[in-house]
Every structure is written in structure tokens, then in C-alpha cells.
């Protein structure tokens, strides 16, 4: 246990360093304040790691005060030029991990941090200037580690290393490019206040750094998204929804287990097969890319990946049960890890329940350490791929497990682009959730036309390719200045204005386009743009297209037109007709439009 807390006591060290960015002493309050947020481990080993905290800041005072220097050659003192660009945390890193190896650890560890402690010092007397983008760095993946829930936590961790980034460059003025090593960092702030104000302003984006991992091993992951309401209190009408992403290697099984959440997921890519269990009998049916299927909360499940090549790649829309927004998993099959929830109850309790002695219960719940998602023989996977495509439904009913949309006849199709839909009519599971699904295939340059939904509020993934994104919005312009409104006003632009809320899109992006706000979408000339998207709140929604050749505003009678835009209607009726297609259309850059987002 002590050479643990001695490792855990080393990484608390160099993280609370980072975040400190080196002045005078408040080291050890951070490092205290690691410690306790460490509730995975014990008490015992939490108060260990805080005696180590203060252990160190004495010693540091005493070597500070008492002069004592020298000490054999170490780690540090290599004259490397890789080495040298490093900076003292990343040695002290790599210092301690060699230690690991060695017969007198302690000594070590000890060599390692007075080396250190004169690293440092020659780093903030000028020989090598401390990097504040690297130390920024390293704060932020500390943070990525720390805060496995992500959502707000993860956030304001990271904002306190922007802000200690700030603090370091105010300490080094006059920081130039070119001078001794030097680096430049004139005009941070300004770009860090950008990237805040869109931000705020951009509430409906998420990307690659806005998910967390649940769970993971050399196999694949399993990524989930915070709560919406975690991001911006406008999403409240999807607060209990959540949106994961599931990727497999080929060959691999994820272990049984049940979600107290009930699940709609769709193949983005690959193939598998899936199991459901149920009291007395087992389901299964095989997946493939364009699939649609449903695991109930509660449901025992378990799928491979029964590709040799590819990656399974699934993208899922939960829905919780018990906690709104909130869900987890529960394994019975297992071991150590994924840990069984069979584990949790007294030993006289699973002795009776299975009328078996403790050792063979502890053999069976002791045994398995690899993870959620595991390597599989290629007889294994054979043998757990016999089954049709899509399978019997267990649940009642005729439908099938699967429903795959690119089967379908798509409801709108031409040269610019394609959109498959299926709702509860077609595919009953989707009846109570009261959503429906579509996936709009976008040929590259080309646009989908601007349209919103009566109802639904669509949760949008980049399922594969790039281009961007705008969409109208007044809730956001609510939220400027007042000033900026006030002058709207007394200009007389009317009493609520829309700002754009404009994104570039790629593969995992996911977007939130509320009921009734214009939405449109450009793919990137370089390839096809696909957007699957969850409607939530499917249930006598209604499409109204904006442009094109059944576009709403045609619809208007020849007074309206004239009253509300102005003019006469003759000239309203030319711009609005004018554009022959519809829903898909030639993109900006394909008629000699904008060129860049």
C-alpha cells in the first residue's frame, strides 16, 4: 500500500504543481484538496496521501532554507536535447516511474524531487521558460482524468487552468518569438474570450471534447454525452434524454448487462449480432449499418462485433427510468471488472440464493478482469452469429427486431440528396417513446433545404462526412446586450431579433435544433454529409420546408404576401419560385456563393 500512495502522492504532486503554475506555496492545499477528491480509494490511503503532501512541503522549506544541495547524477541531469524540452512535471513523471524499478524506491523518489526542485528553479530563472500552453495542456487532461462524469464539473475545472494559464504568462511579460527559446503568446486572452462568448452563444453544439468516457478497455469505449441541461438551461425540454456512442474492434464481445434507461440505437457502421434475454428465453438477431432496434430498460443484453475488418459503431438515444437524465449500467455477469452486482450482497445471502459454497461463488465473481469490452475467438463469434437479419421481436407483437433504413424507399430524392424517415407507424417499438427517426444523406457541396419542425425537437449526429451548419435563433438574442437590443429597437427592426448560430460539422458532432427554429445544412465539397437525427416528440409533428418547390411560403395568399413582405406580390412570387427542387438543392459553393464558413 505504501509504494501506491507514494505513486498516487506523486501524481496528486505534479497535477497540483501544474495547476499552480509554480508561485509561492499554496502547493499544498492543492495537493490536500486531490487527495480528498480521490473518493474511490479509502480513508486510510486518502489521510496516506495527505501526510505525503505535507511530508513534501516541509522538506521542500528545509532544503529551501538549510541550502542543501548536490546528489548524484539522475534523471534530470541528462543533457538530451529531447529531454531538455521538457518540462520539469514531465520529468519528475518519468523521474518517479523509473524509481519503480529500483531497489532503494525511496531514495530515489527523493533524488527525483530535489532534482526537480532545481529544475524548476532554473526554468523560472530564464535558463528554460516554463511553457504556459503546455502546462494548459497538461491541466486539462488532469482534468479529463479527474472528472470521469464530466458535464459542469469538467467545464469549471477547466476554466481554473485558463485562468492559471493567464496567471503564468502575466508572471513572464515581454515574452517574445525568436529570443532564446522564448515563445509568444500576445493575443490569448482575446481568443480565450472568443472561444467563451461562443460558447455561451452556441448552447446547441457538442463535439468530440464535450463527451466523457463511461467505459473502456483496448477494445473499444463507450462514450456518453452530459446532460443537456449540464450545457445551457434552454435544453430543458431534453433533459432526460442522453446520447452515447458505442465502438467495438472487430472480433469483440461486450459483456451481459442491463441499463435502468430504455435504448434506441442505430448501426452507423459495421455489423453484429445481438442477444435479449428475458425470464425464460433468449432473443437474438443479427445488426448491420442502416439498422434501427430497441433494448428495454431492465432488458439483459449482450452483442459482438462479428466483423474481422471493421469497426461496430453504434449510436444510442436513452431515455432513464428512474432519475431523470441520469442512468446505469448493471452487470451480473462478471468479475473484478466489470464488477457484479452479485458482489454486493453478504455471503450468506448468495450461498443460499444458489445453493453453492462460498469458494466456487468467489471463483465465479473473482474471476474476470477484463473489461466491459473483450477480445472473442473467431469460433465464438461464428457460433453467436447464427441468426437472421433482424430476428422476431421478444417483447409481443409481429415486428421485427431491426428496422434498417436505407431498405426504405427514401421520402425525398435527387441528385442533391436523400432522406430516409421511419416513425411508430412503421416501426412499432417506436410507438411509446414517441420519437422518430431520419438520416438525410447529403451529396457533397450540395445543402438540405432550410425547414423546421411544429414539434419535435431533433437530436442531430454526424454520422459521417463534414460541412457546416446555421440556424435561426431568438432565444440567444434575448440573451445579448442590452444595449444592442435597445438600438435594434429604436431603429425600428421590430421587438425580438434572431441571431445565426453556425457550426462546422464532422463525424460525432451532435447538434440540438429545437421545435420551430429554421435549420439548414451544407456538405463540404470534398464528401456526402449524413445526419441521423432522433426526433423527440414525434407524435403530429409536422415539417414545413422554407425554400424550394412546396416551400410554405407559396402557400400564402396574394394579399398576405403583399402586406407582410411589402411588395408587390408578383416579385415575392418570383424569388420563392424560383428554386425548381426540392428539399435537397445545389449548395453555396456549387452556384458561385460563399466560398468559406
Known sequence: MRCFCLLLFALLLASATIALGYKEDPELKQCKHQCEAQKQFGEEKIRTCIQQCEDYVREKQRREHGGEGGGSTTFFEEEDDDLNRRSPIERLRECTKGCDRSKQKERCQSRCQETYEKEKERYEGGGNPVDPEQEYQECRQECRRQSREGGSRQERCEERCQEQRREREREQPGRREGGGGMYMYEG???EEEEERRQQKQNPYVFEERHFFTGMETQHGRLRILPKFTDRSKLLKGIENYRVAILEAEPQTFIVPNHWDADTLIFVANGRGAVSLMRQERRESFNIKQGD???INAGT?????????????????????????????????????????????????????????????????????KQGVIIKASEEQVRAMSHHEEGGIWPFGGESKGTFNLYDQRPSHSNEYGQLFEVDSSQFRQLRDLDIAISLANITQGAMIAPSYNSKSTKITVVVDGEGYFEMACPHISQSQSQGGRQQRQQQGAGQRGYEKVSSRLKRGTVVVVPAGHPFVAVASNNQNLQLLCFEVNAYNNEKFTLAGRRNVMNQLEREAKELAFGMPAREVDEIFRSQKEEFFFKGPRQQGGRSDE
Open 188 to 190: 490569448r486572452e482575446r
Open 292 to 294: 434501427i432496434f430497441r
Open 300 to 368: 439483459t443484453a449482450y452483442l459482438i462485433n462479428r466483423d474481422s475488418n471493421q469497426k461496430l459503431v453504434l449510436a444510442k438515444l436513452l431515455q432513464p427510468v428512474n432519475t431523470p437524465g441520469q442512468f446505469e449500467a448493471f452487470f451480473g455477469a462478471g468479475g473484478e471488472n466489470p464488477e457484479s452486482f452479485y458482489t454486493a450482497f453478504s455471503n450468506d445471502i448468495l450461498e443460499a440464493a444458489f445453493n453453492t459454497r462460498r469458494d466456487r461463488l468467489q471463483r465465479l465473481f473473482g474471476q474476470q
